[in-house]
């Protein structure tokens, strides 16, 4: 998935720096989530877009039936970095969906990589994307020809499970993204 206008519809973020470095980070936590995810144009009844985006994203990994788990990433330019997306993300409560965020933006100091450990806390990393052309269609074919490099909980040995990632082709790899070209 993308960022900026696919998951969120668009982001505002405070100019906190423990927002962009520290993995946990949650103040005004409701009102960040209400800019961020929800929309003052649409007054839908029932269910908010978080709460239907927090199902749409549980059935796209869950599949049909546990043989059929997918592996649902986010690739971004986002300038905020990894960290404040998965921040984010924890105040909606949408994190545990994801295996990792990867970030193509290059700022100092701020991590370009975040995955789920076999335990479920969140670790930051550098994956590989100065060895690959700036293009999120190069990056993809990058994590099909080695998906350890980029999702390092396939090679801690309390992996839950086995890697259904192993001969992974491009065409099995979906981007949701805003940008058509991508």
Request: include cysteine.
């Amino acid at each position: 998935f993308d960022w900026d206008e696919t998951l969120t519809l668009s982001t505002f973020l405070p100019a906190d720096r423990d927002l962009r470095s520290r993995i946990g980070w949650c103040e005004w936590a409701e009102y960040i989530t209400l800019h961020n995810f929800e929309t003052p144009f649409v007054n839908t009844p029932g269910e908010t877009r978080v709460e239907k985006l927090r199902a749409l994203l549980t059935q796209l990994r869950e599949g049909d039936c546990e043989a059929r788990r997918r592996t649902l990433a986010i690739l971004t330019r986002n300038n905020q970095g990894v960290v404040a997306c998965l921040n984010l993300l924890m105040m909606a409560n949408l994190h545990d969906n994801f295996e990792a965020i990867w970030c193509m933006a290059r700022s100092p100091k701020v991590p370009q990589g975040v995955y789920k450990q076999g335990d479920g806390q969140w670790s930051t990393f550098a994956p590989p994307l100065a060895a690959v052309y700036d293009h999120k269609a190069d990056v993809l074919h990058a994590i099909c020809q080695d998906p350890a490099a980029w999702l390092p909980q396939l090679a801690e040995a309390a992996a839950p499970r086995p890697s259904p990632l192993e001969g992974l082709r491009p065409e099995e790899v979906v981007l949701v993204d805003d940008v058509r070209t991508n």
